[in-house]
Every structure is written in C-alpha cells, then in structure tokens.
C-alpha cells in the first residue's frame, strides 16, 4: 500500500543529487557545476535500469511502493512539525505508525523491525521500539583543558581540543582492560562557515575565523563509555587516549612517493612531511587495529592552479571559497605548486598511540578517496580497495607484498604500520557480455536477459622496500602515484557514476560499490550507454556486486552485476537484486555503505531525490530474502547520513551538517536539531538501540 508524502518545494532542484548550494558550496567546491576532470574516451559504469534484472528473477520485479514508500516528488524544507504530521497522518491511512510499527517485523536475520516511513521530520527517525541519544556534538571538550562549547567565542586553541566539526566516518574500537569503553574515531570533512560563525562574511574571513576552520577539520579519538543497560554511548573527556588531529597537525608521507621532487615545498624540501589532512570522507578499520581515512575534496581549499594536472584534479584558477590562502601561502598554488600534491591520499592513524605521527599512504594513490577498506589474502597480506569520488573517474585495488604480523608489541605495530607502503596498485577496467549493438541507450535489455559481465585489475605501478616501477607507458613511478588519475586514464579504467565507498562482505567475500549518482551520463560528449549503463540521467546511483575470481583478495580479474538500482520502487528503471519491489523501503543516493555480524549491508545515503530526508537502510545480500532493503532511520532537516556502525547492540551514524539548507546562517538557522529552534546547528554522532535491549534487528 502506498504512502503519500506531502508535496513540497525546494531551492535546490538544480543541484545534482538533491544536494542545497550551500552543501555544494563548501563540501565540495561546486564540483558538479565545474567542467568534468575526466575527458578521456574511458567506458563508463553507470546506471542499469529494472529491466537489467536476470530471467530469474524478472518476473518478480513488481511495480508496488512498500506502505514505507514516498511519491516522488518536488522537495523543500517545511516546517518541521508539519512535516511530521504530514507523514504521521499518510502512515496512519496505511494502517502502521509513523515509525513503522513494533520495534520486530519480518525480515532477514538482523533486519527484524518495521521500515521507517520516508518523512521530512527535523529529527532522527527511528523505529518504533528503538531509543536513541546523541554521543557527541561538535565542540564538546575532549583534551585535557578544553573549555566548553561556546559559539560565540569560538578559538583555535578552544576547538583544537574540542570534538571536530561535520563529523563522516566513524569506528568503535575495542578498549582492551577498561570495561564497556570503546574508542570512536571520527572524520571532520568539511567545515560550513556559514553555519559556524554569526556574521560571517564570505569574502573577507577573519584570521580567527580561518584558524578555527582549520582546528576543526581532521580527526578525532575520544574514549566513550556504555550503559550495559542500554546502547547508550557517553563520551569520556580527558582520557589519555583522547586526540584531536587538525589541519596543521604534522603527518609522516610514507611509501614510494615519499621524499620526490613532486612534494616537496619551501617548507618541506625532503617532501616527507605534511602539515594536516583535509576533507577526510569515509574510512576504514584495519586488521592490526589501526584506521583509514581518505581525503577526498581537497581540490576546493587550493587557490590560482593552471596546470593541466591540477585541472585533472578540479583544482579552480581563482580564489578559493574559503580564502585560506590569504593567510597561509601554501594553499596558494602560485606560490607553492606542490602543496596541492601532498593532500588526496589515505591516511593512517593509531588510535592507540596519541603521540603517534599519522601516516599518508603514497603507495595507495592520490585522488578524491571516499574512503578505505581492507581485506586479507589467504596468506595473510592486505587487499584495499578505495574509490575516486568523482563523475567519470575510477576504483582502485591495492594488494600488499608483506604479510600482517599478529600481537601488540612496539615491533609488531611499526611492521604492521608498514604494511600499505609496498605493493601494487591497480585500477579496474570492466567490460559487459553482450554485442554493442544490443545496447542502444534506452535501457532495453540486451538478449540474454541481463546486464553484467567481467572485469580485470589492471597494474598502475609497484612499490617495492628498494624502490618503485611504473607500469604505465610515458609516467614514471612518482607520477603514477601523485597524478593517480592521468595513471588510469592511459590504461583506459572504466568510468564510474561517483564511486564511494566500497565494503567486502566479511561472510561472502563479495565486494560492494556505492555509486552514488551522475546526472552528466550522456549529455554533450560525456560518454555514452554500454552495457554497465544503458540509462541515461543517473540520479539515484546503484550498488555494484563485485565477485573475485576463485574468490580471492589478489585475484587479477572479477566479475560483476548489479546488486540495486537505486529510486523509487515504482519506478521500472530500479532493481533491488531480485526482491519484490512492492516489499522494499525506496532509497536514492547511496554513499556510505557498512556490514554487519550476519552479512546485511547497511547503506547511508546523501541527497535523496526522492522528496524525504536521508536516511540508512539495511538490506538482505543473501539467501531467500536477498534484496530486501529497509529503511532504519531518517534525518534531520538538510542533513546527511555518514559513518554507519552497526553493532549487535546498537547503531552508530554521524548527522552531517544539519540545517545546511539554501538561506541558512548561523543567525538563521533552518533547523532546529541538536538543540532547539534559535540555537546554532552542531553536527554530532547518535547511538541507536532497542529498547528492550534485545540485538538490532532480531
């Protein structure tokens, strides 16, 4: 049974992916309103519409909206309230609540709860039977001597001991002799001045103001504590364990590019050392028990670029949004050509070790990383993939040369810290199973009844303890490694629709890609349909189910299918790997994407084009319910849904940048979450359990 949302407005249709001009404005530099980075002729992966299913499963694709399903529609920010009720009453008509139900529904083994309703509701949604609280905002004291939050006496000094702004990727981490404490790591990807200072004035940031920024963006460890009652998570201020990195924090370059002539600076003429990391999105947790974060819209804090590989990396020729170069020359390409060359890699931080210098993984390639997820060889080596988030451009593989050591003493850890600094990197190159001249653009399938095919990692360059070897005609190893893209552009790596995170089932060892949207496929001379995208106009993304051949982590070729075409169940141009379309939650955007223990991929979404907020969603990858999706929660106005942790007693997400809607200021907020209407917006982390403390999902 269908439900209708309320049909509302907004000022933002024209951005891509939902998105308002202010997120598009300070996330990612107006990346999507630029020139595309990438013109070469490379295939290109993008949409596959509902017809792409497989003759198995075809006839099960029903054209029904789940009763937690919305109209697609025009979309705004109403009045919080009377969006509530709006969604509370169409829920009512179709006979379940507006959280959807009991806190237990059918479903796979983990997904156990009645859908959330899509809503516009200024707060996080949540099933019925399930609490929530807010672990950390933005501010909060975490270092010995942080004054409290105090948003309108904002210092550097304050808020490099202060929890980061816009909070993405998070990890829990065990907290070995200290019981029911874990370690949350958390990304700070971007800063929203806007939204931060009262008085703000785009063209002309102050000093202070700047520098505050610049404490604000980076990392952060903090020691939280459970109620063994509960899920609830509380954090543990001033433990020693506790770190703030920020963007002036020093950083150890490692790997093969390390100490070549392309980073070296005025102020680092070794080029092994690098003030900060910038616009960290996604991560990952590694099996010695580090983490990973990838820095990924760097582009947008450098100012006066002209060369052609800068514009390869979307690097502007102008001022840039944040005016940091006034203040600090380095982000001043004019000045410092190399800067911009020490910032687009994956980062490694022991949480464990707060005196430890973080590393940046030459080894893994620089561009715009979503992220960073490991997986094992047989004999114990690590696999990582990574993607490149940007229309058109490419995921990578990196398979190590050393073997993991297992234990914690010193030795130990500095081998295993070692691990990403040799090996070889690849990028994928995917290639469909049916004629060409079967696919002609309009999403008609091809005659064997599906759109799928196989792949292969092709080698970019190898790392070794006595140097490096490019593989690629024309660029040396240095260049392989710091111009990554032009790497994969001579080697001719399929285009992808934004590739994000991507996960590999720790049960299945089948490897999962969020491709979250690209509205460009087939306009002007971007590159037209082949078999992985016969759809023009990709607004909602997909999943990629990618299988290893012989199933193993170093294996040189792939084959691949589509798990979900993302959008509205209605739609016949979506595909949620076989299920029936009349039982799933409608999704549009995926991003971020994590596991949990029985094998159900949950999906974090960012700029829905569907008329409700974002949200996370939880979906079956095997056995008879395989491509059932659920909807598990929602945002508040103008946020995004990053950095799910699914544990067998509680969920972990980060709301990023609440009330980040067109026309909003910091004396003007638009919403009214964490705090109350009037007060400034803080991004912060939310804990979710069952409230009768049974296991998410059972």
Not at 93 to 111: D, F, I, K, W
């Amino acid at each position: 049974m269908r439900i209708p949302l309320p049909i509302i407005r907004t000022n933002s249709d024209s951005h891509p992916g939902g998105r308002s001009a202010l997120t598009c404005r300070f996330r990612c530099g107006d990346a999507c309103f630029h020139e595309v980075p990438n013109t070469t002729t490379n295939p290109y992966v993008g949409d596959v519409i509902a017809e792409a299913v497989s003759r198995r499963t075809t006839l099960r694709a029903a054209a029904v909206v789940t009763a937690a399903a919305a109209v697609s529609g025009t979309v705004t920010v109403a009045a919080p309230k009377a969006d509530a009720a709006e969604a509370a009453k169409a829920a009512e008509a179709a006979g379940v609540s507006e959280r959807g139900g009991s806190s237990r529904g059918r479903g796979a083994r983990g997904l156990r709860f009645n859908p959330v309703v899509p809503n516009t509701a200024d707060v996080v949604t949540i099933p019925d039977g399930y609490a929530q609280n807010i672990v950390i905002r933005w501010g909060e004291p975490i270092l010995r001597g942080a004054p409290a939050f105090d948003p309108e006496n904002q210092t550097a000094e304050a808020q490099a001991k202060q929890f980061g702004y816009n909070n993405d990727f998070l990890a829990l981490l065990p907290l070995p002799g200290e019981r029911d404490r874990q370690v949350l790591v958390a990304n700070h990807e971007y800063t929203d001045e806007v939204l931060m200072f009262r008085g703000y004035d785009a063209a002309n940031p102050t000093k202070q103001q700047v520098e505050v920024a610049w404490a604000a963006h980076g990392l952060s460890a903090v020691v939280v504590e459970g109620d063994r009652r509960t899920g609830k998570l509380t954090p543990v201020p001033r433990h020693p364990i506790n770190r703030r990195v920020t963007a002036t924090s020093e950083f150890k370059v490692t790997g093969p590019a390390a100490g070549s002539d392309l980073l070296k600076t005025s102020a680092d003429p070794t080029g092994t050392k690098v003030l900060g990391t910038l616009n960290n999105c996604s991560g990952g947790v590694t099996p010695w028990g580090t983490t990973l974060h990838g820095e990924e819209n760097f582009n947008q804090y450098f100012a006066n670029a002209t060369r052609a590989t800068d514009k390869r990396y979307g690097l502007g020729t102008g001022a840039s949004e944040r005016k940091w170069e006034r203040f600090d020359k380095r982000f001043d390409v004019a000045q410092e050509p190399n800067e911009p060359h020490r910032f687009g890699y994956v980062v490694e931080l022991d949480p464990y070790d707060p005196t430890s210098k973080p590393r940046k993984h030459t080894a893994l390639g620089r561009f715009k990383h979503e992220g960073a997820t490991v997986r094992l060889t047989e004999d114990g080596r690590p696999v990582v993939y990574t993607g490149d988030d940007e229309r058109f451009d490419y995921f990578y593989k990196f398979i190590g040369s050393k073997r993991m050591k297992k234990g914690s003493s010193r030795a130990v850890r500095e081998h295993n810290l070692s691990l990403l600094d040799e090996g070889t990197l690849y990028v994928a190159k995917l290639t469909g199973d049916s004629p060409a001249i079967e696919i002609d653009g309009s999403g008609k399938l091809p005659a064997d009844g599906e759109f799928d095919g196989s792949g292969e990692w092709i080698p970019l360059a190898t790392a070794t303890a006595d140097g490096a070897v490019s593989h690629v005609e024309g660029m040396t190893a240095d260049e392989v490694f710091v111009f990554t893209r032009l790497a994969g552009d001579k080697v001719g790596a399929t285009k992808m629709d934004r590739p994000e995170d991507i996960e590999p089932n720790p049960h299945t060892g089948k490897v999962y890609v969020a491709l979250t949207n690209n509205t460009n496929r087939g306009v002007g001379s971007n590159a037209k349909a082949d078999e992985a995208n016969p759809r023009n106009a990709n607004k909602h993304g997909q999943v990629l189910e990618l299988t290893e051949r012989w199933n193993r982590a170093d294996s040189k070729k792939f084959a691949w299918t589509l798990f979900l075409v993302a959008g509205d169940p209605n739609d016949p141009a979506t595909y949620f790997a076989g299920f029936p379309k009349e039982d799933v939650s409608p999704i549009s955007c995926p991003d971020n994407v994590a596991f949990d223990s029985y094998g159900n991929l949950w999906i974090s979404t960012d700029g829905n084009q569907l008329g409700s907020h974002d949200g996370l969603f939880g979906v079956a990858t095997r056995g008879e319910r395989r491509g059932e999706l659920k909807q598990f929660l929602t945002m508040p106005n103008g946020a995004e849904t990053c950095g799910p942790v699914i544990q067998d007693r509680r969920v972990l997400v980060s709301v990023q940048h609440p009330g980040e809607i067109d026309g909003a200021t910091a004396e003007k907020p638009l919403s009214a979450w964490p705090d109350g209407e009037g007060k400034i917006n803080r991004p912060a982390v939310v804990a979710v359990w069952r409230k009768d403390g049974c296991d998410i999902g059972v």
